[in-house]
């Protein structure tokens, strides 16, 4: 489709960016100048590393029970890799791996290692298809955080290597800290290993998040005009821009997305595979293959065993991401939810399994919010009576006094005591409390619903 045709058709009808009951986003996603840009690989693969770079979230254990869990549901979701641990952690971590490795689950099973000889071995004995080595790459971490001269983790990573080799083993050579390595010596590093040791592919490693979506382009770049490897992203979320310089990577070839359920990982954290997963469906056209229907139920199970919370407004599985408090936008979902219901929402709430759309009973309710909730009880009242109103104003009441959304019970007992009322009696109360305490009856999408969360949800 050339740039004309497609500013003609305006996002008319069935578009990639337009599904009626799947998603609808931007058509500016599907420009043929912006898509002209992107050079993905044909064969994009997610390597979740949850169970490994997740588990280093400061207080996330996991047992060997929960980590075979986690592992069966990143296969029913469909990710092509699981990076199950590092075997030189504990015994149990080991025994952990070894039995992922026995269930033939079907995603290739990977373990982490430290570029020594003995890792490399423990790995073997786990059976794992493949490993991840690392190695620090950086002057200044390897002088002053490791205490070792510069040459040691050059020869280290050559002879670690080439046994990783000669046992059979999907290498990934892994340099931790590549972004903030001095380049010349980083270059130097990975050309002299991929020559002299070995690496079926090499991690382009951003460890401490410091690296943009501009710059982890130029990194790609300059790594790719050095070595002939195929490359995999490993982001940090310190700035909130892992899964932005992930994909940003991914358009520029690079095969495969290192990735943690919700984001769990070391400080802020990983890029999130829902995130990413998504981010290529709906704002690439690139399908993973994946059951993306899966990723709230993985991201539910992953927050319970690691006793995490998430905030409720996370991207893609957030809890309260198709919750509806606003007057005017709970009137748009009464009209729209059977047949329009991604008017709403840039993506439908089934693409991912989360639970219906729905209104929520807070301080932000508008009429059109108390209507919808009193129909989802079964209570038939016509939108002009004035009960509704009353009802309005003590659910306001009830929220502003609670701090919080109430609950299906708290309504219900307003509604009922409300319903009960005489329609004289009613009629001058309902009067003078709407008039005092419902001064929004629709407030704008933009408004602060976020600021009214609960406060531990956030
Ligand atoms: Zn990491």
Known sequence: MSRNEWLSRGG??????????????????????????????????????????????????????????????????????????????????????????????????????????????QAVDCGVDGIVIEIPSSQHIIQYAYDWPLAKAIDLSIEATRYAKAQGLYTVFFPIDGTRAEPGWFLDLIEKVAREGHMDALGLVDTFGGCSPHAIARFTQQVQARIAKPLEAHFHDDF?????NTITALTMGVNVAHVTVSSLGERAGNAALEDVAMALRVLYGVDLGIRYDKLYKLSQLVRKLARFEIPSNRPIVGDMLFKVESGIISSWLSRCKADRPVELF???????????????????????????????????????????????????????????????????????????LGNGARRSSAGKLAARTVPSRGRSRGGSSRARRPAKRR
């Open 346 to 420: 840039p993506f439908h709430w089934d693409m991912v399994g989360q639970p219906e759309a729905d209104v929520v009973i807070g301080k932000g309710n508008g009429r059109d919010s108390i209507a919808f909730r009193l129909r989802a009880i079964g209570v038939e009242i016509p939108g002009d009576d004035p009960r509704v109103d009353t009802i309005l104003a003590r659910v306001k009441k009830a929220s502003l006094r609670k701090h919080a959304l109430l609950s299906d019970d708290e309504f219900r007992r307003i509604a009922s005591a409300v319903v009960r």
């Open 12 to 121: 008319v009808g069935m578009e990639p960016w337009k599904n009626d009951n799947r998603w609808f986003v931007s058509p500016y996603n599907y420009d043929p100048e912006v898509r002209s840009a992107l050079r993905f690989s044909p064969r994009i693969e997610l390597h979740d590393i949850t169970l490994r770079d997740g588990e280093q979230q400061a207080g996330v254990v996991f047992s060997k029970d929960d980590k075979i869990r986690i592992a069966e549901a990143l296969a029913e979701v469909g990710v092509h890799r699981i990076e199950a641990g590092m075997p030189s952690v504990s015994r149990d971590d080991a025994d952990a791996i070894r039995t992922i490795v026995r269930r033939r689950l079907g995603p290739k099973i990977f373990a982490f290692c430290r570029c020594m000889v003995s890792d490399v071995k």
């Open 240 to 244: 909130g821009l892992a899964a932005a």
